[in-house]
């Protein structure tokens, strides 16, 4: 294998050859491309100065429309005047004309109350209606509502397609309607402003770049600065519509038998465009593209030597060297240490590597230490989801009962592994964070995941686990009968409360078992236990699933139903309670049977309840039902 430095070395200056060549073909390429985004960026900023134009003809037109629009109106409303001061003149055509002459308007008609028109300049017009054509359409609302003064937009008449704008009102005394018709010279003058061909013409004639303006559909040139040009199809000139829609940033075409680069760009209804000629484009581009390369290519050269020089001085020293020392770290020497300061990367490596060992050192001394003072199953295991097997400590294999084939297959494959802990977790043990039940045995799982390495710990809780199962027995249930005692019956009450709306309609019942004194005085305690135990049978088996059962102490027990939907459905419960009240009975010994007596009261909730008050509400009607039964 060849010394890192002589390979550098070699493929430093291939690279810098390959580099020098590269350059030759970025700079022509560069040098290209900036001329077309320089010839690109000029058409756009042309293009911008003809919206612009357009944008301020736009202005212009609008006014004018306006004042236009405006002027129609007055027109309307002096006729009006006229008319209603001199009521005459509406018999006289020629008067008419004459008012029209001096108003400086082309038509007037005049309309009675139902729309139809009854005098005016044009007798043609006599007797037409609002219902004669579109544009009369447009003034038909003025016959519900007298207070509208419409301007119709310009457009052509309905008897001679002739462009007209027209306005009208009622008269003052609304008596009839004036209607006018003015013809929009000074409008299509601004308008024709607006056509491309006319701003065109006041483009600088250039024999090198001329400007087109083509209609979207039809590929005709409607505007261009090359005259000859106008009303010809693109086509005749070398353009199609294909190019000029599809290649919005600029495309090579022969155009008027010239080799030229074309920028288009849609706008309205048409597209425009600079034609600018090859030779004009590329006129500096072999003159600038030889300085630049002669200047890239002595930067390139000496560049690759400095960066070669650096790269063996201050890179593959200090890599040979950190390379020796890991090399004695692999071997056992945990003693040694690194320390390069040649740069920032490597002190930090050095430190890093450092710390590693460190780490590594403190990481081993603390594990055996663990490890030899538990007493417990410790299982360790550990897998990187770039790697297929998975690395287990002896123990893991006993934690989870794998058999030897077992083992092996697990170990071979980390997905394996993944969907039987996937497996395991799907039984945890409620009540205990990451503890997981296998067949007999309860497991606790710790997992730490770092971007795909995963470091797990198993360990076999099972001792402890029973050992609190077995206390929180003894805890929370009475050992005579296996009911809640008082304190279990208020940790499940406290859950329900807590989540009303679950445990819906329920009912709170307190039950004093009935003549156990007489039992024990007569019988024994043996027989009074006998008593009780099947008293609480009867009560733990009332109603499965909507029901528990609690023995508070004594003779004194507790019956919770919850989960009724209605308080008829509880109300049945209560009912089936009574029955058992009145017909059960107890066997105390293989000769011995006597009526399973008791007494209860009940307190009816919906949602959340105080468990104390509902107890001393339903131990009062308890009292009073065990006085009734006395009596």
């Given at each position: 294998?060849?010394?890192?430095?002589?390979?550098?070395?070699?493929?430093?200056?291939?690279?810098?050859?390959?580099?020098?060549?590269?350059?030759?073909?970025?700079?022509?390429?560069?040098?290209?491309?900036?001329?077309?985004?320089?010839?690109?960026?000029?058409?756009?900023?042309?293009?911008?100065?003809?919206?612009?134009?357009?944008?301020?003809?736009?202005?212009?037109?609008?006014?004018?429309?306006?004042?236009?629009?405006?002027?129609?109106?007055?027109?309307?409303?002096?006729?009006?005047?006229?008319?209603?001061?001199?009521?005459?003149?509406?018999?006289?055509?020629?008067?008419?004309?004459?008012?029209?002459?001096?108003?400086?308007?082309?038509?007037?008609?005049?309309?009675?109350?139902?729309?139809?028109?009854?005098?005016?300049?044009?007798?043609?017009?006599?007797?037409?209606?609002?219902?004669?054509?579109?544009?009369?359409?447009?003034?038909?609302?003025?016959?519900?509502?007298?207070?509208?003064?419409?301007?119709?937009?310009?457009?052509?008449?309905?008897?001679?397609?002739?462009?007209?704008?027209?306005?009208?009102?009622?008269?003052?005394?609304?008596?009839?309607?004036?209607?006018?018709?003015?013809?929009?010279?000074?409008?299509?003058?601004?308008?024709?402003?607006?056509?491309?061909?006319?701003?065109?013409?006041?483009?600088?004639?250039?024999?090198?770049?001329?400007?087109?303006?083509?209609?979207?559909?039809?590929?005709?040139?409607?505007?261009?600065?090359?005259?000859?040009?106008?009303?010809?199809?693109?086509?005749?000139?070398?353009?199609?519509?294909?190019?000029?829609?599809?290649?919005?940033?600029?495309?090579?075409?022969?155009?008027?038998?010239?080799?030229?680069?074309?920028?288009?760009?849609?706008?309205?209804?048409?597209?425009?465009?600079?034609?600018?000629?090859?030779?004009?484009?590329?006129?500096?581009?072999?003159?600038?593209?030889?300085?630049?390369?002669?200047?890239?290519?002595?930067?390139?050269?000496?560049?690759?030597?400095?960066?070669?020089?650096?790269?063996?001085?201050?890179?593959?020293?200090?890599?040979?060297?950190?390379?020796?020392?890991?090399?004695?770290?692999?071997?056992?020497?945990?003693?040694?240490?690194?320390?390069?300061?040649?740069?920032?990367?490597?002190?930090?490596?050095?430190?890093?590597?450092?710390?590693?060992?460190?780490?590594?050192?403190?990481?081993?001394?603390?594990?055996?230490?663990?490890?030899?003072?538990?007493?417990?199953?410790?299982?360790?295991?550990?897998?990187?989801?770039?790697?297929?097997?998975?690395?287990?400590?002896?123990?893991?294999?006993?934690?989870?009962?794998?058999?030897?084939?077992?083992?092996?297959?697990?170990?071979?494959?980390?997905?394996?592994?993944?969907?039987?802990?996937?497996?395991?977790?799907?039984?945890?043990?409620?009540?205990?964070?990451?503890?997981?039940?296998?067949?007999?045995?309860?497991?606790?799982?710790?997992?730490?995941?770092?971007?795909?390495?995963?470091?797990g710990v198993l360990i076999d809780v099972t001792e402890n686990t029973l050992k609190r199962l077995k206390i929180?027995?003894?805890?929370?249930?009475?050992?005579?009968?296996?009911?809640?005692?008082?304190?279990?019956?208020?940790?499940?009450?406290?859950?329900?409360?807590?989540?009303?709306?679950?445990?819906?309609?329920?009912?709170?019942?307190?039950?004093?078992?009935?003549?156990?004194?007489?039992?024990?005085?007569?019988?024994?305690?043996?027989?009074?236990?006998?008593?009780?135990?099947?008293?609480?049978?009867?009560?733990?088996?009332?109603?499965?699933?909507?029901?528990?059962?609690?023995?508070?102490?004594?003779?004194?027990?507790?019956?919770?139903?919850?989960?009724?939907?209605?308080?008829?459905?509880?109300?049945?419960?209560?009912?089936?309670?009574?029955?058992?009240?009145?017909?059960?009975?107890?066997?105390?010994?293989?000769?011995?049977?006597?009526?399973?007596?008791?007494?209860?009261?009940?307190?009816?909730?919906?949602?959340?309840?105080?468990?104390?008050?509902?107890?001393?509400?339903?131990?009062?009607?308890?009292?009073?039902?065990?006085?009734?039964?006395?009596?």
């Open positions: 294998m060849k010394p890192l430095k002589k390979i550098i070395s070699r493929y430093m200056n291939l690279v810098t050859l390959i580099l020098i060549s590269f350059l030759t073909i970025v700079i022509v390429y560069v040098q290209l491309d900036d001329t077309h985004q320089q010839a690109y960026n000029d058409a756009i900023m042309t293009f911008q100065q003809i919206e612009q134009v357009l944008e301020q003809n736009n202005a212009e037109l609008a006014e004018t429309k306006e004042e236009y629009s405006q002027t129609c109106l007055y027109n309307a409303q002096a006729i009006a005047y006229l008319i209603q001061a001199k009521p005459s003149v509406l018999d006289s055509v020629d008067e008419l004309r004459r008012i029209a002459v001096f108003m400086e308007v082309d038509e007037i008609h005049i309309f009675d109350k139902t729309g139809r028109i009854f005098a005016g300049t044009h007798p043609e017009y006599f007797d037409y209606t609002f219902d004669s054509g579109e544009q009369m359409m447009f003034f038909k609302p003025m016959l519900t509502d007298k207070s509208l003064k419409l301007v119709q937009d310009i457009t052509p008449n309905t008897a001679e397609e002739k462009l007209m704008q027209y306005s009208a009102l009622w008269s003052a005394d609304e008596s009839f309607i004036v209607q006018v018709g003015m013809s929009p010279v000074n409008v299509m003058k601004v308008t024709q402003k607006n056509e491309l061909s006319y701003i065109f013409s006041l483009f600088r004639v250039n024999t090198e770049a001329s400007y087109y303006a083509i209609d979207r559909r039809s590929g005709e040139i409607v505007g261009s600065t090359d005259l000859d040009c106008v009303h010809k199809n693109i086509e005749a000139i070398g353009l199609n519509l294909n190019d000029i829609a599809g290649q919005p940033k600029g495309f090579h075409a022969t155009v008027n038998g010239r080799n030229s680069f074309c920028v288009f760009k849609s706008f309205d209804s048409n597209y425009i465009g600079r034609v600018l000629t090859d030779r004009a484009l590329y006129e500096w581009v072999i003159m600038n593209t030889i300085v630049l390369f002669s200047c890239l290519v002595i930067s390139a050269v000496v560049l690759m030597r400095a960066v070669t020089r650096y790269m063996n001085r201050y890179v593959v020293d200090d890599i040979y060297c950190i390379n020796q020392k890991l090399h004695a770290i692999a071997a056992g020497n945990l003693d040694e240490v690194i320390d390069i300061q040649s740069s920032t990367e490597f002190s930090q490596l050095s430190s890093d590597i450092n710390r590693m060992k460190k780490s590594l050192l403190d990481n081993n001394r603390k594990m055996s230490y663990v490890l030899s003072k538990t007493n417990m199953y410790i299982g360790v295991y550990e897998y990187n989801e770039q790697m297929l097997p998975v690395r287990f400590t002896e123990y893991v294999p006993q934690i989870l009962g794998l058999t030897p084939e077992k083992t092996e297959q697990l170990s071979g494959d980390y997905r394996t592994f993944q969907e039987f802990l996937t497996r395991l977790r799907s039984q945890p043990f409620a009540n205990e964070t990451n503890v997981f039940k296998l067949n007999e045995h309860y497991i606790k799982i710790e997992e730490l995941n770092e971007s795909g390495n995963i470091f929180e027995q003894e805890r929370d249930y009475d050992s005579l009968t296996g009911l809640y005692n008082r304190r279990g019956l208020e940790n499940f009450l406290a859950a329900c409360f807590h989540k009303p709306e679950k445990y819906c309609v329920s009912a709170l019942v307190m039950i004093d078992a009935d003549n156990l004194k007489v039992i024990n005085d007569t019988y024994g305690h043996k027989e009074g236990d006998a008593y009780l135990t099947q008293l609480a049978s009867l009560l733990g088996t009332f109603a499965p699933g909507h029901s528990i059962a609690a023995r508070l102490g004594g003779d004194e027990f507790v019956l919770f139903l919850y989960q009724y939907q209605t308080k008829t459905a509880l109300s049945g419960a209560v009912i089936a309670l009574e029955d058992l009240q009145n017909s059960s009975r107890a066997r105390l010994n293989d000769d011995l049977e006597v009526p399973l007596s008791f007494s209860f009261g009940y307190c009816l909730t919906e949602g959340h309840a105080d468990y104390h008050t509902l107890l001393k509400e339903a131990d009062e009607k308890m009292y009073k039902n065990k006085k009734s039964r006395k009596s």
